[in-house]
C-alpha cells in the first residue's frame, strides 16, 4: 500500500486507539467483547449439558465401560483431523464466520448423541463434536485475540472464565433435567435452540471486517527447518504433557456421573452435579477392576504433569550474530 494512505480497517482500530486515549471503551468494542464471552460461554456448554445423562445413554445402549471409553477417546482424534483447517478457513472466511458456523456444527452433533441408537453413532457424534470444536477453539481464541489487541490491555482470562461458566451450566442444567426426568432427546432439542439463538447473537456482536495481526517492528524468519533429536523429545514430553493434561479433565467430567451412580446408587440429579463439582485407559481399567481404583489414573497423570513441567520453561533467546 502506499505510503500515505491506510486501509479501512486500519483506520478503525486508529480511531478505537484514539477513544483508548480519550479514557473509554467504544460501545462496539464492547459488544464485540460481549460477543467472544457469548461464543466462550457456548462453547463450554455444548459439551457439558449432556454429560449427566451419560449413564442414560450408556445404559440404553447397554455398552461396555471399555467401548464406552474408546467412544469418549475418538474425539481428540476428530480434533486432529479438522483443527488444522481452522488457519486456512480464517484466511479465507474470517474468524467470525468460522468460529461461528464451527460451533454450530459442533452443537448440533449433541442431536446425533442424544438419538444414538448404537455406538456407533456414538463414534460418529464425539468424532463430529470434537473435530468442530477443534476449528472454534482456534477461531474464537484468535478473535479474542483480536478484540483484546484493540482494547489495549489484557482481557483474555475473562474469556476463559466464561467458558468454565458454561461447562458449569451447561452440566448443572443437564443435571437438573436428569432430576426431573426430561427425556435426554428433549433436553438436546431445548438445549440445541437455546444454544444456536446464543451463537447467532454471538456472531452479530463480534468484529466485523478482515483479520489482521500486524506487530510493528518485528521480523518474521522463514526458511527450512530441521527436527534436531533433543528438540523432537522435547516436543513428544509437551505433546504427552498435553494429553496428559486432557485426561485429566475428561476424566473428571466424562466419567464422575457413571461412577456416582454405579458406586453410589446416587440419583440422576446427584450424578449429574459429579461433572459440575469437579471437566480410553479408565474405561478399559473400569472393566478390568473397578472405576474406583481406574480414577486413580486422575492423580497419578498430575503427577506425571508435574514432572513433565519443566519442559514449560521459557528457553532464552539466541543471541544475534554479529555482522562484519
Known amino acids: 500500500m502506499a505510503s500515505g494512505m491506510e486501509s479501512p480497517e486500519t483506520a478503525h482500530e486508529t480511531a478505537h486507539g484514539a477513544s483508548h486515549k480519550a479514557g473509554r471503551v467504544p460501545t462496539r468494542l464492547r459488544l464485540a467483547r460481549l460477543g467472544v464471552l457469548l461464543i466462550f460461554f457456548v462453547n463450554g456448554a455444548t459439551f457439558a449439558s449432556l454429560v449427566p445423562r451419560y449413564p442414560e445413554i450408556i445404559e440404553r445402549l447397554h455398552v461396555s465401560n471399555t467401548l464406552w471409553g474408546l467412544a469418549l477417546g475418538i474425539g481428540p482424534i476428530g480434533g486432529i483431523a479438522l483443527g488444522w483447517l481452522a488457519a486456512p478457513l480464517m484466511r479465507r472466511y474470517r474468524s467470525r464466520n468460522v468460529a461461528a458456523l464451527a ?17 456407533e453413532w456414538v463414534f460418529v457424534a464425539m468424532f463430529a463434536m470434537s473435530a468442530f470444536d477443534a476449528v472454534t477453539d482456534t477461531s474464537m481464541n484468535y478473535h479474542g485475540l483480536r478484540v483484546q489487541r484493540l482494547y489495549r490491555r489484557s482481557i483474555f482470562n475473562s474469556f476463559h472464565g466464561w467458558w468454565c461458566i458454561g461447562a458449569v451450566v451447561g452440566g448443572f442444567l443437564g443435571s437438573a433435567a436428569a432430576g426431573a426426568a426430561m427425556a435426554v432427546p428433549t433436553q438436546t432439542y431445548v438445549t440445541v435452540g437455546v444454544l444456536l439463538c446464543c451463537v447467532v447473537a454471538s456472531w452479530a456482536m463480534m468484529l466485523p471486517g478482515e483479520d489482521r495481526e500486524q506487530v510493528a517492528g518485528t521480523e518474521v524468519a522463514t526458511g527450512r527447518a530441521w527436527l534436531r533429536p533433543r528438540t523432537l523429545a522435547v516436543l513428544v514430553g509437551l505433546g504427552l504433557l498435553g494429553a496428559l493434561a486432557g485426561g485429566i479433565e475428561l476424566g473428571g467430567s466424562a466419567w464422575s456421573p457413571l461412577y456416582m451412580t454405579d458406586q453410589f446408587a446416587a440419583t440422576p440429579f446427584v450424578a449429574g452435579l459429579g461433572f459440575v463439582l469437579f471437566p480410553i485407559v479408565i474405561g478399559a481399567l473400569g472393566d478390568a477392576v473397578s472405576l474406583r481404583l481406574a480414577l486413580l489414573v486422575i492423580p497419578l497423570s498430575a503427577v506425571l504433569i508435574m514432572a513433565l513441567s519443566p519442559l514449560l520453561r521459557p528457553r532464552p533467546a539466541p543471541q544475534a550474530a554479529a555482522t562484519g
Open 103 to 119: 460451533q454450530i456444527a459442533s452443537s448440533g452433533a449433541l442431536v446425533i448423541l442424544a438419538l444414538a441408537g448404537s455406538i
